[in-house]
T-cell receptor, first 114, second 114 residues
Framework: KAGVTQTPRYLIKTRGQQVTLSCSPI?????VSWYQQTPGQGLQFLFE???????NKGNFPGRFSGRQFSNSRSEMNVSTLELGDSALYLC?????????????FGPGTRLTVT | AQSVTQLDSQVPVFEEAPVELRCNYS??????LFWYVQYPNQGLQLLLK??????LVKGINGFEAEFNKSQTSFHLRKPSVHISDTAEYFC????????????FGKGTRLSVIA
């Protein structure tokens, strides 16, 4: 069974631009969570989608948004990029979404904002 | 809200020596606890989890952890490490309702020296 895939793996953007990251969960998984990983703040939860609905949201500004499609694939968007948005963005999928400990992580998208 | 403290940011250890990575949590309600490992340029992989039952939990790659409720700790141990264990290790907690996001510690970088 294929694992969680994230595209692109690496991305360089300029401050002020916007970016869209994509995550394809494991087949059959209906929940997708997004995390931001930085050296200073560590791993921080962004949001979780289950059956196309945002169910949980972390403490991030409104510039960070996401969505989930009917096939469970998810995208996250960051508008008006800032230098501090440079991070590894990790996506995780789980089967039912009700037991978030059964999460399987993708390799991440490394975003660099210049 | 729950929180996790990983007491050591870096742990160097010689090959075949034992290792303990320390994790303490804070929560006013019952929690589930996890250890994840992250190899360079990869996502997170679940090592082991404590949900209920025996306080000694065995995971993959020879790792084990012990849940100590009175000490609010969940330390990770391995009796003999290999070079391939060099990675970043993250302790995480979620409420035992199972539908809240994972809260991660800042991570411990384990470096195994030949």
């Amino acid at each position: 069974k294929a694992g969680v895939t994230q595209t692109p793996r690496y991305l360089i953007k300029t401050r002020g631009q916007q970016v869209t990251l994509s995550c394809s969960p494991i087949s059959g998984h209906r929940s997708v969570s997004w995390y931001q990983q930085t050296p200073g703040q560590g791993l921080q939860f962004l949001f979780e989608y289950f059956s196309e609905t945002q169910r949980n949201k972390g403490n991030f500004p409104g510039r960070f948004s996401g969505r989930q499609f009917s096939n469970s694939r998810s995208e996250m968007n960051v508008s008006t990029l800032e230098l501090g948005d440079s991070a590894l963005y990790l996506c995780a999928s789980s089967l039912t979404g009700m037991k978030t400990y059964e999460q399987y992580f993708g390799p991440g998208t490394r975003l660099t904002v210049t | 809200a729950q929180s996790v403290t990983q007491l050591d940011s870096q742990v160097p250890v010689f090959e075949e020596a034992p290792v303990e990575l320390r994790c303490n949590y804070s929560s006013s309600v019952s929690v589930y606890l996890f250890w994840y490992v992250q190899y360079p340029n990869q996502g997170l992989q679940l090592l082991l989890k404590y949900l209920s039952g025996s306080t000694l939990v065995k995971g993959i790659n020879g790792f084990e952890a012990e849940f100590n409720k009175s000490q609010t700790s969940f330390h990770l141990r391995k009796p003999s490490v290999h070079i391939s264990d060099t990675a970043e290790y993250f302790c995480a907690v979620t409420l035992n309702s199972g539908n809240t996001p994972l809260v991660f510690g800042k991570g411990t970088r384990l470096s195994v020296i030949a």
